[in-house]
């Protein structure tokens, strides 16, 4: 079976620009989460979807925004880009609404970011 | 506030045991995931505790007191391979949130 799928793996953005990165859960997954990761540091949440319907947001502006589709892929968009964006986007799914015991969010290999 | 503390660093010998701790405050609480992340790849998913106690799962051991917040995992048998960042993430029951810390670098040496 494939595992979570991002798309692209890597990408080179100008400041000011927008950029949609893309997730494709595990089949039969429902939820999709998206985190931030800077080198060295832990993933930071940005949003969790489940079901179409947001279900979590952490600390981030406006200019990122996130949606899910019917066939529960997901779009992160970013708009106004900033070098401080620069990051590792990393999508992870699980199959409810809540993870088991037995088995955690699985994460995709991400999309590097970069902004110059 | 919400604070996650793991050491940024430990060494350790092929062949032995190593616990990685990990101490949180968050504000609200649901349980606690560990992940293991190798240089350049995604987090994968070692352990989530809800409950106090200690859950093994082969090697991997993980430890949870809610009441203290404390956590840590046990690696026993130390493999070069298990030489990866170990990442400590408690779980808020506002909205699922998970909350990372910086992760501990562990080096495993012949």
């Known amino acids: 079976d494939a595992g979570v799928t991002q798309s692209p793996t890597h990408l080179i953005k100008t400041r000011g620009q927008h950029v949609t990165l893309r997730c494709s859960p595990i089949s039969g997954h429902k939820s999709v989460s998206w985190y931030q990761q800077v080198l060295g540091q832990g993933p930071q949440f940005i949003f969790q979807?489940?079901?179409?319907?947001?279900?979590g947001r952490g600390n981030f502006p406006d200019r990122f925004s996130a949606r899910q589709f019917p066939n529960y892929s997901s779009e992160l968009n970013v708009n106004a880009l900033l070098l401080g964006d620069s990051a590792l986007y990393l999508c992870a799914s699980i199959p409810g609404d809540r993870p088991r015991l037995d088995y955690g969010y699985t994460f995709g290999s991400g999309t590097r970011l970069t902004v110059v | 506030g919400q604070n996650i503390d793991q050491p940024t660093e430990m060494t350790a010998t092929e062949g032995a045991i190593v616990q990685i701790n990990c101490t949180y405050q968050t504000s609200g609480f649901n349980g606690l995931f560990w992940y293991q992340q190798h240089a350049g790849e995604a987090p994968t998913f070692l352990s989530y505790?809800?409950l106090d106690g200690l859950e093994e799962k082969g090697r991997f051991s993980s430890f949870l007191s809610r009441s203290k917040g404390y956590s840590y995992l046990l690696l026993k048998e130390l493999q070069m391979k298990d030489s990866a960042s170990y990442l400590c993430?408690?779980?808020?029951?506002?909205?699922?949130?998970?909350?990372w810390g910086a992760g501990t670098k562990l080096i495993i040496k012949p």
């Open positions: 505790n809800v």
């Open positions: 979807y489940y079901e179409k319907e947001e279900r």
């Open positions: 993430a408690p779980e808020m029951d506002s909205n699922y949130q998970l909350i």
